[in-house]
């Protein structure tokens, strides 16, 4: 089984940093692509951040370009999210997603999801 857990929630002011993280764990033999997405309140989840495996790809969402950088580790399997100059539209619930094979012979990769961690910004 493979597992993604996520760190660095927390809450902070607005104008504020975080930086998240999260470790993929379990049956892995590559990780391609990784991101995160944002729930907030009341509100469906949505992409903010995604980076390819070599990192020589990344994208982000239009709210959070120029505040938000998205980084990875495949030495640890772990993908971050450097997140500046928050604002309380930030709020949310953060997952980090991966698209993981967990050996050789698997020519397609699965999706998994971690469990969130809670981002809330005040104003």
């Known amino acids: 089984q493979v597992q993604l857990v996520e760190s660095g929630g927390g809450l902070v002011q607005a104008g504020g940093s975080l930086r998240l993280s999260c470790a993929a764990s379990?049956?892995?033999?590559?990780?391609?692509?990784m991101g995160w997405y944002q729930e907030a309140p009341g509100k469906e989840r949505e992409f903010v951040a995604t980076?390819?495996?070599?990192?020589?790809?990344?994208d982000y969402s239009d709210s959070v370009k120029g505040r938000f950088t998205i980084s990875r580790d495949n030495a640890k399997n772990t993908v971050y999210l450097q997140m500046n100059s928050l604002k309380p539209g930030d709020t949310g619930v953060y997952y980090c997603?991966?698209?993981?094979?967990?050996?050789?012979?698997?020519?397609?990769?699965?999706?998994?999801w971690g469990q969130g961690t809670q981002v809330t910004v005040s104003s």
């Open positions: 997603t991966a698209d993981i094979t967990p050996n050789w012979r698997t020519t397609s990769a699965t999706p998994y």
């Open positions: 379990g049956r892995i033999f590559s990780v391609y692509s």
């Open positions: 980076i390819s495996m070599n990192s020589g790809y990344t």
